[in-house]
């Protein structure tokens, strides 16, 4: 992708700030549509966590591992990213490969793995708890019933209008507030199972006792009612799709181009300000960036109501995370992981998760991108990327982060013994890194927890108190990962585009692809 030192015109019909996978989304549909669109991208690249990195022959995604979608599925509202790509005629510019099993997790005396397939997975969990099975398909069905009840919320004008319809929407509206721990609860017996079912708590950065039930269902079934994927390539390839979706139908991306100001009159978004000075006037602007530094910093907090800062004051960020490069020469046949491998080093996650604050963690998820794709490293080596949750005030970052990469190494060994003998490269990923690289506040990773509090109502609404600016991405509705915010361009184009169903916008896509 070429640099411009300015963007080509001095005004377009929507602007949008940062080329997160979000923003990306509802840039590519919006232009798509025939609107003329700029996307403005402070990093030398498109994809915000999206993005992947070269150390000489190793190629690394800096944060996604896996995304569900990307193939056409059988239930209500699935397959999302594969029907984005392809409405946008770009989906053969992506390879995905299909994971299974989805991941393994690896507890004290016992690996367990989660197929990505929805009866799979009630059969592998309910063979290892029989005695459980009755109560395992029933948390399934209702994460299923989530799924498909949250896609039809969508439609709705507002999440608080879910209220007004119970009959459509039961399943919502009972664990609206539940943790995933509580619905566990009433459903199984076995503390073993409990941890178990919640494995994958990492994905959204807070423990079972913690996380909306409702959002880790629907998380939870983009992979095992969808298929879980990974990216050939790396999943840079995902964001330059979305990126050539933009060029190609009239719009521009414009990268190594911060923004000093979201400029404001009258209470209505004009443009912005870039920081060489250039003004770039619109009638829409649309920010992928980090909400409180949107509000307070790019618009200032004079020009909205003093509710809404309060609001921000109150809403709670996610924790951050350490993250460990490696290439190794060591041997995986037969080695008991998969793709992406939890490693804990008790049944309790709560425990887990109270290491995160300490900033040594004591677990990490293990990803072998290699096992899927294998041209990411030279022959006979593979690319390993540890992964734990931290909190970004924890430990002074420059001087611990090494320590505490070769304590990720040592949970990982659990699994590889000989791993660090075998070790090739190594670079260490920090929270300062992760704000360096997205300028999201402390590194959050996830946006604003994803607790039952924050999630719908309780989650920022894509329209500000601004009028003509809007959020997008996991700051905003519905929440953190990558079909969160890919769901969130989607609604956001819709919005702005007028339709009241997503299915008018899809259509009109369409229309114009044809």
């Known amino acids: 992708m070429r640099f411009h030192g300015e963007s080509r015109r001095d005004r377009y019909d929507a602007v949008v700030v940062g080329s997160g996978i979000g923003g990306l989304t509802a840039a590519a549909l919006l232009a798509r549509s025939g609107r003329e669109v700029l996307v403005v991208e402070r990093h030398d690249r498109v994809g915000g966590y999206a993005h992947s990195f070269r150390r000489g022959r190793y190629a690394f995604d800096s944060s996604v591992h896996l995304v569900g979608g990307c193939e056409p599925s059988a239930y209500e509202g699935g397959g999302l990213i594969h029907r984005l790509l392809r409405e946008l005629g770009v989906r053969d510019r992506v390879e995905f490969q299909r994971i299974d099993p989805c991941y393994a997790a690896a507890y004290p005396g016992t690996v367990l793995h989660a197929p990505s397939d929805l009866d799979d997975f009630i059969r592998v969990h309910s063979n290892a708890f029989p005695d459980e099975a009755k109560g395992i398909e029933r948390i399934v069905h209702e994460c299923l019933n989530i799924r498909q009840e949250t896609r039809r919320a969508a439609e709705l004008t507002s999440p608080t209008d879910v209220v007004r319809s119970p009959d459509r929407f039961p399943t919502l509206l009972r664990y609206r507030r539940a943790t995933l721990a509580a619905v566990l609860d009433d459903h199984v017996q076995s503390p073993k199972l409990k941890a178990m079912l919640g494995t994958l708590w990492p994905y959204l950065g807070l423990p079972p006792s913690r996380v909306s039930f409702l959002y880790f269902a629907t998380m939870l079934m983009t992979y095992i009612a969808d298929g879980a994927y990974y990216c050939r390539g790396s999943f840079q390839r995902f964001a330059d799709a979305l990126a050539d979706a933009v060029t190609e139908n009239g719009g521009e991306v414009l990268l190594r181009s911060p923004v000093r100001r979201i400029t404001v009159t009258a209470g209505r978004a004009g443009g912005i300000v870039l920081e060489n000075g250039q003004r770039i006037e619109s009638d829409l602007v649309l920010s992928n960036a980090d909400a409180n530094q949107t509000?307070?910093?790019?618009?200032?907090?004079?020009?909205?109501?003093?509710?809404?800062?309060?609001r921000l004051d109150h809403m709670k960020p996610s924790l951050s995370a350490i993250v460990a490069y490696i290439a190794s020469d060591l041997p995986l046949q037969r080695r008991d992981i998969a793709h992406e491998t939890f490693?804990?080093?008790?049944?309790?996650?709560?425990?887990?998760?109270?290491?995160?604050?300490?900033?040594?963690?004591?677990?990490?998820?293990?990803?072998?991108?290699?096992?899927?794709?294998?041209?990411?490293?030279?022959?006979?080596?593979?690319?390993?990327?540890?992964?734990?949750?931290?909190?970004?005030?924890?430990?002074?970052?420059?001087?611990?982060?090494?320590?505490?990469?070769?304590?990720?190494?040592?949970?990982?060994?659990?699994?590889?013994?000989?791993?660090?003998?075998?070790?090739?490269?190594?670079?260490?990923?920090?929270?300062?890194?992760?704000?360096?690289?997205?300028?999201?506040?402390?590194?959050?990773?996830?946006?604003?927890?994803?607790?039952?509090?924050?999630?719908g109502p309780g989650r920022l609404a894509m329209k500000t108190p601004i009028e003509q600016l809007y959020l997008v991405g996991h700051w905003t509705h519905p929440g953190g990962g990558v079909n969160g915010v890919v769901w969130s361009g989607v609604q956001a184009a819709r919005t702005v585009l007028g339709f009241e169903h997503e299915s008018q916008l899809w259509d009109s896509i369409g229309a114009t692809r044809r």
Request: glycine share 8%; hydrophobic share 40%.
């Open 295 to 310: 509000i307070r910093d790019l618009v200032g907090p004079q020009e909205v109501p003093a509710d809404y800062i309060e």
């Open 343 to 455: 490693i804990f080093p008790s049944w309790d996650h709560d425990e887990a998760f109270a290491t995160c604050a300490t900033g040594e963690p004591s677990w990490a998820s293990l990803t072998v991108p290699t096992l899927a794709d294998p041209g990411l490293a030279p022959s006979g080596e593979h690319l390993l990327v540890l992964t734990s949750l931290v909190r970004h005030d924890a430990l002074r970052w420059r001087g611990a982060k090494q320590a505490v990469a070769r304590g990720l190494i040592r949970i990982a060994e659990r699994q590889l013994p000989g791993l660090e003998r075998s070790i090739r490269f190594l670079d260490v990923g920090t929270p300062r890194t992760m704000e360096r690289y997205t300028r999201n506040s402390d590194g959050a990773i996830y946006g604003w927890e994803v607790s039952p509090a924050q999630v």
